[in-house]
C-alpha cells in the first residue's frame, strides 16, 4: 500500500488567496492612477515603483498571469470541500483571477501594438 500525502482543502484555499493577492494589488496599483493622465505618462508612473529588474510591463504581467494560474490550481484543489463558504470564496477567486488574467493579457497585446 503507498500512502500519499495530500494538502487539506482549507489550506489549499489560503494559498489560493495567498496567490491571487500580489496579481490583485498589480491591478490595483494600475488602477489607482486614475484616468486623467495620457497613456505614456500613467505607464512611466506606474514602472517607477518597481525595482529596476521590472521595469518593463511584459515582466510585471506575465508575473501576475503565473500568480493568477497558481490562484486558480489551488482555488479548484478546494472544491472538493463540502463548506458552502470556502467553494463560494474560491470561486470568487477563480473568477477574479480570471478576470485579472484578461486585463494583464489586454495590456501584452496594447504594448505590443
Known amino acids: 500500500m503507498t500512502k500519499t500525502k495530500h494538502t487539506p482543502s482549507t489550506l489549499s ?8 493577492i500580489p496579481s490583485l494589488v498589480l491591478y490595483l496599483l494600475w488602477k489607482g492612477l486614475g484616468n486623467d493622465l495620457n497613456p ?4 512611466a508612473a506606474y514602472l517607477a515603483k518597481f525595482p529596476t529588474f521590472m521595469q518593463h510591463l511584459a515582466v510585471i504581467n506575465i508575473l ?15 472544491f472538493r470541500k463540502r463548506l458552502l463558504s470556502i467553494r463560494l470564496l474560491m470561486m470568487l477567486t477563480v473568477i477574479a483571477a480570471v478576470l485579472i488574467i484578461l486585463f494583464d493579457v489586454y495590456q501584452l497585446v496594447q504594448v505590443q501594438a
Open 40 to 43: 505614456a505618462e500613467k505607464m
Open 64 to 78: 501576475s498571469i503565473a500568480c493568477c494560474v497558481l490562484a486558480i490550481t489551488f482555488a479548484a484543489r478546494s
Open 13 to 20: 484555499a489560503v494559498i489560493a488567496i495567498v496567490f491571487l
